[in-house]
């Protein structure tokens, strides 16, 4: 627990997101001081679950001109180990709902 006189590691950047009228969650933007990080908080209180998303807005653009496909071989590093049945109970997949659990390995 942080004492009263301790630096917060997190700084506010807006509680005034653009929404939809009917939208009645409400957004927090904070920037995590130690790497950057900006994070879009979401507070539902009617929710049963939580979830977190990244986008880490880099791609093939941003691979190095000798290393061509470095950003897509790290993309399938991501869900190494990962079997079918573990990412339709987590995403609800269409279309993987009557696949057998298997291990999924890259192949591209």
């Known amino acids: 627990m942080s004492s009263p006189n301790s630096v917060s590691p ?8 653009e929404k939809p009228e009917l939208d009645d969650r409400s957004y927090r933007l ?18 049963e679950k ?16 000798d290393f061509q ?9 991501l869900f190494l ?3 079918i049945s573990v990412l339709i109970r987590a995403y609800s997949v269409q279309g993987l709902r009557n696949t057998q659990s298997k291990t999924i390995i890259p192949n591209s």
Do not use: M, R
Not at 10 to 17: M, T
């Open 30 to 47: 904070i920037k995590l001081k130690q790497n950057n990080l900006q994070v879009l908080l979401v507070h539902d209180p009617v929710t």
């Open 81 to 83: 180990g990962l079997t």
């Open 69 to 77: 496909g470095l950003a897509h071989a790290l993309e399938h590093c």
């Open 10 to 17: 997190v700084e506010l950047l807006s509680e005034k997101i």
């Open 50 to 65: 939580s979830s977190a998303a990244l986008d880490v807005n880099v791609g093939s653009h941003s691979d190095p001109k």
